[in-house]
C-alpha cells in the first residue's frame, strides 16, 4: 500500500485584495493567455501506476500548484517584508534574496523590504544587529557573486519568542527563510508562535540544502552548481591518476547523510571508479573491501579514481565523534583524510608503489555563485515564495515536484531526510558507470 501524505497548506485567512499584477490579458500578438493559478489547481505526488489502477484523489493528497493567485491576503502596503539565510553556504543565496526583492517591490508594490543579518541570530536583541533595508537598486548584481549578502550563521532557530518578539517590535509580517533542514524546523516553530499570538503573518520557506536532502524536494537550489565544481575537482583528480605510476585520485565532496552531489558527480565526469556515499555501507579490509578492490582496479588500469561523500564510512572512524554544531548536525570525523592514511598505509604494506593526491574541493564549492541553470531556479524560487507569501499562504515551502513550482507543507520537508535508496536507479546507473561492485561488504 503506497504511503500517504497531507499536503494540506496552511492559510492566514480569506483573500480579498486584488493585486497589483494584471494577468488574464490576452496577448494581441499570439493570442496566448497568461491567467492567475487557480486555488483548485493540484498535482498529484506518485505518479506511478499500473494496468487496472482506480485512483480517487482525496484533497488533502494532492499538492497546491504555485503562483499568482487573482485575489491576494495582504494590502502591499502595508507589508513589512523580511528575508533570512541561515546555515552554510550555497550557491545561489544572493540569486534569491535578489529574487525576492525585485518581486515584492515590482510585482507586488512592496516598498518595505529587511534583511535579518547573520541568519536567526540577527533577529536577537544581545547581538545588536540592525536590520538590513532591502531595494531594487542594493540587490540588482548580487547574483554575481557566492555566498550571501545578508551573511548567515547556524544556530539560534530555537530562540523563538525572542524571534517573533523582535518581528512584532519591526511590524514584520511576511518573513522568508531561506535554509535546510534546521532553518525549516525553526520556521515551522516560528509560523506556530505566530498563530499562538493571533498574528497575522506569513512564513514561507525556500528550502537550500547543497546536499540536495530535504523529502519533497526534487532538487535544492546550488545543487546543479555543486555538481558543476565537483567535476571540475573529479576531472583533475583523474589527471593526476591516470599520469602517474599506480595513480589513485581521491576527492571528497560534502554530502553529510546523502550522497547525491557524490552520485551526480560520478555520473556527470564518468571518471569516478569507486563512489562512497552514507547510505552504502562498505568495508574497507577483507577479499570483498575497498582496499582489495581498489587493488584490483590498479593491478589492471594503473589508476583509480574514488569519490567519498562526507558522511560516508564514518562507522570506520576510531572515535565516532558525540558532539553537534549550531545546526544539530553531528561533527563528522573527515572521512578523506582518514582514507588518505589507510590507502597509503596499505599500499606500503604490500609492498607496491601508489602515487595518491588527495582533494577536497569542498568550501570552494560552497562559496561559488550559482551556474545559469541555478540561478534561474532561484529566480523562480524566490518569485513563487512572494506569490504565495502575498496570498497568505504560511508554514509552507516552495518547491518543484513533477515538472511543476508548487507548496509543500514544513512539516513534511522536515519530516525525514531525502537519501539515496540503493535498491533504485540512481545507485543502479552509479554501479554501471563507475564498474565499482554492488557490494564492498565482506
Keep these: 500500500m503506497k504511503k500517504e501524505f497531507d499536503f494540506t497548506i496552511s492559510n492566514l ?5 486584488a493585486p497589483p499584477i494584471l494577468l488574464s490579458k490576452l496577448c494581441k500578438r499570439t493570442g496566448d493567455l ?28 494532492l499538492i497546491e500548484k504555485a503562483g499568482p493567485r487573482g485575489l491576494i491576503f495582504f494590502n502591499p502596503e502595508e507589508v513589512h517584508a523580511a528575508i533570512v539565510t541561515c546555515g552554510g553556504l550555497c550557491p545561489g543565496l544572493n540569486d534569491v534574496i535578489r529574487a525576492l526583492v525585485m518581486a515584492l517591490w515590482y510585482e507586488y508594490g512592496v516598498l518595505r523590504i529587511s534583511g535579518i543579518p547573520f541568519g536567526y541570530r540577527g533577529f536577537l536583541p544581545e547581538f545588536n544587529h540592525d536590520l538590513i533595508p ?14 550571501t549578502y545578508l551573511g548567515s550563521s547556524r544556530g539560534y532557530g530555537d530562540n523563538i519568542s525572542q524571534i517573533v518578539d523582535t518581528m512584532e517590535k519591526h511590524g514584520i509580517n511576511v518573513l522568508f527563510t531561506v535554509g535546510g533542514d534546521g532553518t525549516q524546523r525553526g520556521s515551522l516553530r516560528i509560523a506556530e508562535e505566530v498563530e499562538r499570538r493571533g498574528l497575522n503573518a506569513a512564513v514561507v520557506g525556500i528550502p537550500k540544502t547543497i546536499d540536495n536532502d530535504l523529502s519533497f524536494i526534487e532538487k535544492s537550489f546550488g545543487f546543479e552548481t555543486a ?15 591516470s599520469c602517474a605510476v599506480n595513480g589513485v ?12 552531489i557524490a552520485a551526480y558527480t560520478a555520473l556527470g565526469t564518468r571518471d569516478a571508479n569507486f563512489v562512497l556515499v552514507p547510505e552504502v555501507p ?19 588500469r594503473n589508476h583509480a579514481v574514488i569519490v567519498v561523500a562526507e558522511g560516508a564510512g564514518q562507522e570506520h572512524l576510531e572515535a565516532a565523534s558525540t558532539e553537534f554544531d549550531a545546526s544539530g548536525n553531528k561533527k563528522l570525523g573527515d572521512i ?10 596499505y599500499f606500503k604494506e604490500i609492498n607496491v608503489e601508489v ?10 564549492i560552497r562559496a561559488t555563485p550559482a551556474n545559469p541553470i541555478d540561478s534561474t531556479y532561484c529566480a523562480r524560487l524566490g518569485t513563487y515564495a512572494v506569490h504565495a507569501a502575498m496570498a497568505g499562504k504560511t508554514k509552507m515551502l516552495v518547491s518543484h515536484v513533477n515538472d511543476f513550482y508548487v507548496h509543500i507543507p514544513t512539516e513534511l520537508a522536515i519530516s525525514e531526510r531525502n537519501r539515496i535508496k540503493p535498491s533504485e536507479s540512481l545507485w543502479r546507473n552509479v554501479i554501471e558507470a563507475t564498474g565499482q561492485p554492488a557490494s564492498m561488504k565482506n
Excluded at 485567512?13 to 485584495?17: L, N, R, S
Excluded at 532591502?134 to 555566498?147: A, E, F, M, N, S
Excluded at 602515487?355 to 570552494?364: A, E, G, R, T
Design 13 to 17: 485567512g480569506p483573500c480579498k485584495v
Design 34 to 61: 497568461t491567467n492567475y493559478v487557480r486555488n483548485d489547481e493540484y498535482i498529484v505526488y506518485d505518479i506511478e501506476a499500473s494496468p487496472g489502477d482506480h485512483v480517487t484523489f482525496n484533497r488533502k493528497h
Design 134 to 147: 532591502l531595494k531594487p537598486d542594493v540587490v540588482k548584481d548580487i547574483h554575481r557573486q557566492g555566498g
Design 227 to 241: 555538481v558543476s565544481e565537483a567535476a571540475n575537482a573529479l576531472n583533475g583528480a583523474h589527471v593526476e591518476a
Design 249 to 260: 585520485g581521491l576527492v571528497k565532496v560534502m554530502g553529510r547523510e546523502s550522497g547525491f
Design 282 to 300: 562498505f568495508d574497507l579490509d577483507g577479499e570483498n573491501g575497498l582496499l582489495a578492490y581498489l587493488h584490483k582496479r590498479l593491478i589492471r
Design 336 to 345: 578523506g583524510l582518514f582514507l588518505q592514511d589507510k590507502i597509503r598505509s
Design 355 to 364: 602515487n595518491l593526491k588527495y582533494i577536497d574541493p569542498s568550501y570552494m
